[in-house]
Nanobody
Framework: QVQVVESGGGLVQAGGSLRLSCVAS????????MGWYRQAPGKQRELVAG???????NYADSVKGRFTISRDNAKNTVYLQMHSLKPEDTAVYYC???????????WGQGTQVTVSS
């Protein structure tokens, strides 16, 4: 079992920055991927950014150039640095931990990000 805990959400004005953190604990596998998803009211959950244990990253087109995902494997922690935030970035942000060998996913409880105009 893996526990996933996010932190760092909050309220920020448009153009501002926030950094989200996510720690995974428990039965950690060396081959894994971590990522951030978000879900706005009335919308489906969508991938924001992902990063493999080897450091390969991918981003949604809507956040490229504004958000940066990184990870510290020693701490089983992934970060999402968000700059130039827009009101449309407002959502609950969820951290995902995936064990690649069995394609099993674990989710955090979510952290609210609200961007005011």
């Amino acid at each position: 079992q893996v526990q996933v805990v996010e932190s760092g959400g909050g309220l920020v004005q448009a153009g501002g920055s926030l950094r989200l953190s996510c720690v995974a604990s428990g039965s950690i596998f060396s081959s894994n991927a971590m990522g951030w998803y978000r879900q706005a009211p009335g919308k489906q959950r969508e991938l924001v950014a992902g990063i493999s244990s080897y450091g390969t990253t991918n981003y949604a087109d809507s956040v490229k150039g504004r958000f940066t995902i990184s990870r510290d494997n020693a701490k089983n922690t992934v970060y999402l640095q968000m700059h130039s935030l827009k009101p449309e970035d407002t959502a609950v942000y969820y951290c995902n931990y995936r064990i690649l060998s069995v394609n099993r996913n674990y989710w955090g409880q979510g952290t609210q990000v609200t961007v005011s105009s």
